[in-house]
């Protein structure tokens, strides 16, 4: 099994920005595609980046793109989303998500491609 806990959000104006962070634990040995989804009441999960095991290949929503980041360090079992320029519309819960892959290139921009999921952290960006 392996356990995902987000960190790093919170309230913020709008053009503010915020790095998220998300930390695995238990069983990390393998390759691991990693991706942050977002999701706010009545409204279903929305994929928001995705990164391969080996970090060199994204992807975005086009509703983040030039604005956020997506990275990761192996070494800490750790990637992390960097949010600048956020605007209110990017308020919503942020899930990190993991899945083993056999590819370091490998990524996925579907949720039902991932087998573990983080609780959450809550983003609000304020006008």
């Known amino acids: 099994q392996v356990q995902l806990v987000e960190s790093g959000g919170g309230l913020v104006q709008a053009g503010g920005s915020l790095r998220l962070s998300c930390t695995t634990s238990?069983?990390?040995?393998?390759?691991?595609?990693m991706g942050w989804f977002r999701q706010v009441p009545g409204k279903e999960r929305e994929f928001v980046a995705a990164?391969?095991?080996?970090?060199?290949?994204?992807n975005y929503a086009d509703s983040v793109k030039g604005r956020f980041a997506i990275s990761r360090d192996n070494a800490k079992n750790t990637v992390y989303l960097q949010m600048n320029g956020l605007k209110p519309e990017d308020t919503a819960v942020y899930y990190c998500?993991?899945?083993?892959?056999?590819?370091?290139?490998?990524?996925?921009?579907?949720?039902?491609?991932?087998?573990?999921w983080g609780q959450g952290t809550q983003v609000t960006v304020s006008s």
């Open positions: 238990g069983r990390t040995y393998g390759r691991y595609a």
């Open positions: 990164t391969s095991w080996s970090g060199g290949s994204t």
């Open positions: 998500a993991a899945t083993v892959v056999y590819s370091s290139g490998t990524y996925y921009i579907g949720r039902d491609n991932y087998d573990y």
